[in-house]
Every structure is written in C-alpha cells, then in structure tokens.
C-alpha cells in the first residue's frame, strides 16, 4: 500500500511539472507576442512621423522655394496673361442739354467714383506675354513673398514638435527658428540682397533634418544639391563668382550621387538633363554676367525640382 501511494505522488509531481512548464512556456510566449507586438507599433508609428515631417519639410521648401524666385521674377510659366482697358475716344454730342446734365452728374459724383465709371465702360483686352529672363523685370514680388514666409512662420511651431518626436539636435531646430526671424526682417524690409540669402541659409536646414532620420539616399541627395543650387543664385546678386563656382561644384557632388543610383528611380531622361543643365549652370559661372547665371539657374532647377 505505501509503495503505491508513492507511486501515485511521483505520477502527480510529473504531471505537476509538466503543467508548470507549459504554463511558464505560455506565459513567455504571450510576453514575447506582447513586445514584438509593441516593436511593430513603435515602428509604425515611426514611420507615420517620418512621412509626416517629409511632406512638412517639402510644404516648407516648395514655400522657401517660390520666394527665392519671386526676388527676381521669376517664373517656370512660358507665357503669363495680362488684361487691359482700351480707351476707346467717343465723338462730341451736339445736344446740349445733355452735355450739361453728365457735367451735374459728374460733380455730384466722387473721383473714385468716376474713376470706376470710366474704367467699367472701358472694353477689356486679354493678351499673353511671353515670361523672358530678358525682357522681365526682375523687381522681387514682395507681396507674394510676404505672404509665404507668413504662411511658414505660422505653420513652424506645428513641425517642431515633430522634429523633437524625430530626435532631430535641438541646434539645429533653433538654427532654423532664429534664421525665420532673421528671414522676415529683411522680407519686411524689402531688402532683396539680403532675402536671398537668408532664404537660401533657411533652406539649407532641410537636408539636414532630412539626412538625420531618413534612409532615403535619394531624396537626400537631392536636397542637399538643390541647397548648394540656392546658395550659388543668391550670391549671383553679389557677383561673388568664386562662391558662385564652388558651391556648384558641391552641387554636381551630390548630384553625381543621383546620376550613380538611377537604377533606383524612373525619371533617367530628368536626371541625364538636370546633370548636363548643371553643368551649363557651373561653366556660365566664368563668363561673369548676371543675366546669363540667372538663365542658367532657372532652366537648372526648373528640371532638378521635378526629381
């Protein structure tokens, strides 16, 4: 009988045992479920703060990037349309009764208010323009570019909580904030030499932002070959050729890395003319004309920005 009853309490400890140990195996398993299931969140949810803060930064750069062109007038339309009135010469009349009752008319009325007359009775003629580099006037459009860097300074404090989400160096992120104030000072000021430049060191803040939590080469590359672009148009108004010529060179270096991974993207027609338009924009540099740099730098970055 006492043999048997320890028979029977071995049988029950295995079984015991052998319930710990799937217990133990589920409960592992269930934490190991648990972490991989957060892993997954967190990467995800990574991921969705990587392509918000891109299509924040490009928000910014297509801003920073039509005022840049607009300090000079310049525009990617081939023709722009302008509408005018036609003064058309009316006969005298020969009723005087009639001349004399306009002429009551007209006193009682305010000049605005003939002003308004004269200008709705006026046939209106639409006409296209072509948009030259050399027949423009190259006067800044302050009234668009007040309105972007507006449009940016307010839409700022929003990217910034994000940047910090991306542990972007809190440098960096003050470097740009420091650099909008300085931008719309001289906005304000309507200080074109100035604006330029600002502009172009306000850009130069996106690739970095880009290249500290992006693994997209390309998109990098691109960014940082558009910021040297900027930087050789602002200092086009200086006439400091020699910064010109280097920071087009730095251009074609990261442009060169482009050109190396077309495997990567579709647009190899975009790339091959982006490179040779480059160039032309880097080799007009010695010839020292302002005029020709600013063609140069339109037909350049007009196909760089489609990458």
């Known amino acids: 009988m006492g043999n048997s009853h320890i028979i029977y309490f071995k049988d029950n400890s295995k079984k015991l045992v052998k319930l710990l140990i799937i217990i133990v195996l589920l409960i592992s398993f269930s934490i190991n479920l648990s972490g991989c299931s957060k892993g997954a969140n967190n990467n995800e949810n990574d991921k969705n703060i990587e392509d918000k803060v891109n299509e924040e930064i490009k928000y910014i750069g297509s801003n920073i990037f039509a005022m840049l062109n607009n300090a000079n007038n310049i525009t990617f339309r081939n023709y722009t349309v302008s509408n005018e009135y036609v003064d058309i010469q009316s006969g005298n009349t020969d009723d005087e009764g009639t001349s004399e009752e306009n002429s009551k008319l007209d006193e009682d009325k305010s000049e605005s208010d003939q002003e308004n007359l004269k200008t709705e009775s006026k046939p209106q003629v639409y006409k296209t323009i072509p948009n030259k580099m050399l027949t423009n006037n190259k006067d800044p459009d302050w009234n668009n570019i007040k309105t972007n860097i507006e449009n940016i300074n307010s839409y700022w404090s929003s990217i910034v909580i994000d940047l910090y989400k991306l542990n972007i160096s809190n440098e960096d992120i003050l470097g740009f904030s420091s650099q909008l104030n300085i931008t719309i000072t001289s906005i304000r000021d309507e200080n074109k030499r100035d604006t330029l430049i600002n502009l172009a060191n306000l850009y130069a803040y996106l690739p970095k932002y880009i290249n500290a939590y992006s693994k997209d080469e390309l998109l990098k590359n ?23 010529k280097s920071n087009l060179i730095k251009a074609e270096e990261y442009y060169m890395n482009i050109v190396n991974k077309m495997e990567l993207t579709q647009k190899h027609y975009n790339i091959n003319k982006g490179y040779i338009l480059l160039k032309e924009f880097q080799n007009s540099v ?13 037909e350049a970055i007009e196909e760089i920005n489609l990458l």
Not at 286 to 298: E, G
């Open 222 to 244: 691109i960014m940082y070959t558009k910021s040297h672009i900027f930087n050789a148009y602002a200092l086009i108004e200086f006439e400091k050729y020699d910064e010109i």
């Open 286 to 298: 010695d010839q020292k004309d302002k005029d020709v740099l600013l063609i140069k730098y339109k």
